[in-house]
């Protein structure tokens, strides 16, 4: 049985970076698993550009950005198997009596070459991304009628087979990928009739809903919804209605939409059917692990990144988090570092909908921790509150805050050990919440 300091599972720009970084802090035995025929995970597919503003200070297409962290990998000889299924992973104590101090973790793996493998490694960084949510999870009535597909396998066939789904599109879903596709069927020659979203508020970043929407002219109607869908055989066309403030079709409000194709762009979902069966305490607000600051989950060893942990807005901001995972993971070998002291909880409040990470080892913090959230709803002229202990720390003025954009605090070590000292309590909770501006 083949043995590794770390398994990284997903070869997409997550698993990349994750993999660069523990190399580059002393970490050589580690495994890349790609169930793809390549690596470079859903960027390969993406051929605009916007990538790599913040990683490498130039923009690239997706393909390009995957290629640089390729080639990292290659220039280091880390090795990776493609066409690989994880099956399973499952944790063993260590032997206390042979000198054992951390967890090893078995990964059963299935490929044509090898067959059913068993691999032992000290640690696994999860990095296996993200699915769209399908149609089957939205109870839109109606056939199913050729023409119906994700917004990430119309991209798929578009940019990489060469195939056109259709001519006359309506989307479903005002998510980035829907944003994007809106334009690139434009560009390839079909006419996108409408983007509608459900919510009164767009999923997507602006910057897209500007450059793919707006720069094109296709109209973006929120508070609307599909509720029909017209063919059998081929999609005929869909039939939108506005919806109320509790998502219900308002009477009279349908339209009818002749149209070949309909994109659905509807949600993405942590792909963290492992991580479930590894036992892994799971957040039910992002569907992804539950992490502490060094995004480590509640198995010792078992750390994770990238959209496995939650959807992120840009890749830059994955590879920055893979990048500190892939550290932190060989900080665990080197140190065998594990989860015995407690955890602060960071609670998300007032219009917050989460926190990543959801808990911080104050003791094991850097000089400062990055927390990044999503909202709820849209805020304008509103501030961010961060309490410890229930007590005001500091507030931040934002002019506008929307569930599509992913917003970001610093929480400095020397503040919160500051705190402490200063109430003689021990940190007991971290609070961050969206408050109304004052005056």
């Known amino acids: 049985m083949t043995e590794y300091d770390l398994i990284i599972i997903g070869g997409g720009p997550a698993g990349l970076a994750a993999a660069v970084s523990a190399f580059d802090h002393g970490i050589t035995e580690i495994l890349i698993l790609e169930r793809d025929g390549e690596l470079g995970g859903i960027l390969n597919q993406c051929i605009h550009n916007g990538f790599g503003l913040h990683t490498f200070k130039e923009e690239l297409t997706g393909p390009e950005y995957a290629d640089r962290f390729i080639r990292q990998v290659k220039e280091r000889n880390i090795p990776y198997k493609l066409n690989t299924m994880v099956l399973d992973i499952s944790v063993e104590e260590p032997d206390l009596s042979a000198g054992g101090k951390v967890p090893v973790k078995t990964v059963t793996v299935m490929n044509r070459t090898d067959g ?80 509608a979203e459900l919510m009164p508020y767009s999923g997507g970043l602006q910057r897209n809903i500007v450059q793919c929407l707006d720069d094109f002219g296709i109209p973006l109607k929120l508070s609307h919804t599909v509720i029909d869908i017209d063919g059998k055989e081929r999609l005929k066309g869909v039939t939108l209605a506005q919806v109320d403030e509790n998502r219900k079709p308002i009477p009279g409000t349908e339209e009818y939409i002749p149209c070949d194709t309909l994109l659905l762009s509807v949600g993405l979902i942590p792909e963290n059917e492992l991580s479930g069966k590894l036992g892994v305490q799971m957040a039910p607000v992002t569907n992804g692990p539950y992490v502490n600051e060094s995004l480590e989950t509640s198995v010792s060893g078992v750390f994770a990144c990238g959209n496995v942990l939650h ?129």
């Open 311 to 439: 959807v992120h807005d840009l890749v830059d901001y994955v590879s920055q988090e893979a990048t500190n995972a892939g550290r932190y993971a060989a900080e665990y070998i080197i140190q065998t570092s594990t989860l015995s002291e407690s955890a602060v909880p960071i609670l998300a409040k007032g219009g917050v909908r989460y926190t990543v990470p959801q808990a911080i080892r104050v003791s094991h913090m850097e000089d400062s921790l990055t927390v990044r959230f999503r909202v709820g709803a849209v805020y304008r002229n509103c501030r961010i509150g961060i309490y410890l202990n229930g007590r005001p720390l500091r507030s931040i003025r934002r002019p506008k805050l929307a569930p599509g954009e992913m917003e970001q605090v610093v929480l400095k070590r020397e503040e919160l050990l500051l705190a402490e000292q200063k109430t003689g309590t021990p940190l007991s909770s971290i609070t961050i919440q969206v408050e109304p501006e004052e005056g």
């Open 116 to 195: 059913l493998a068993v691999f032992r490694t000290k640690t696994v960084i999860l990095a296996m991304g993200c699915r769209e949510r399908p149609r089957g999870a939205l109870n839109i009535p109606g056939y199913r009628p050729a023409g119906i597909y994700s917004a990430g396998t119309a991209q798929r066939l578009v940019n990489m087979e060469g195939f056109m789904p259709g001519k006359e599109i309506v989307i479903l879903g005002s998510g980035d990928i829907g944003l994007i596709m809106a334009r690139r069927m434009t560009l390839e020659g079909a006419k996108v009739k409408v983007v």
